[in-house]
């Protein structure tokens, strides 16, 4: 019996999944921020390609074509779960890619963490001088820090989503919203 379908398997997931399907449809205000999360990843590959394209000093020479293709892979992986929700204007959907997405930054964050090809002293660079403040702080060790935190968080979150996309998309399959799954009338 799978997951999706013994609602006393897991039941933290099913009390998730009730509050999440009734929730399901994103309000116009949520729908019309999602192309402003993918401005924000769009921000985010062209720092990070300034830094490829300039010699910044960022990049050290252990940064190749693996290291670029999860980094950049990461990135991207972030805009199909906003791409779905803004199209399909429900949240569940956009769970599946999200659980892909969590999966490839751990694959990303796990390798970039154990190469670390980054020079954080050059981080702030590619910034106008009178705003690297924002970021000069960053150091290579709180950026380990976090990729670390990345690495465990996207694990953890890949397997989450999964079962949450599963478990919702059984709630909103059946025909009464407010029935919980293991409280059916079956004899």
């Known amino acids: 019996m799978g997951v999706a379908e013994d609602s006393s398997e897991f039941p933290w997931i099913w009390d998730r999944a009730e ?10 205000p949520e729908r019309m921020g999602q192309p402003f999360a993918i401005v924000g990843l769009l921000f985010l590959i062209a720092f990070v390609a300034i830094h490829q394209t300039r010699p910044t ?4 020479d252990e ?9 950049y892979g990461q990135l991207l992986a972030g ?19 999200e659980a ?11 390798y970039l963490l154990v190469v670390f090809p980054f020079n954080f002293a ?3 660079e590619p910034l106008p001088g009178s705003l690297e403040f924002l970021i000069d702080w960053v150091s290579g060790t709180f ?6 935190f990345a690495v465990l968080m996207s694990a953890i979150f890949s397997i989450h989503n999964l079962l949450l996309y599963l478990a ?11 029935a919980h799954p293991s409280k059916s009338s079956e004899p």
Request: cysteine-free.
């Open 19 to 28: 509050k999440e399907a009734k929730a399901d449809v994103l309000s116009f």
């Open 57 to 60: 000093g960022f990049f050290t």
């Open 63 to 71: 940064f190749g074509t693996v290291a670029a293709v999860l980094l």
């Open 79 to 97: 805009m199909p779960p906003v791409i779905v929700r803004f199209f399909t204007g429900r949240k569940n959907p956009g769970r599946l890619f």
């Open 100 to 110: 892909g997405g969590m999966a490839v930054t751990f694959v990303a964050s796990f």
């Open 122 to 124: 050059h981080f702030a």
């Open 143 to 148: 950026a380990r820090l976090i990729l670390g």
């Open 168 to 178: 919702v998309k059984k709630r909103l399959s059946e025909p009464e919203l407010d």
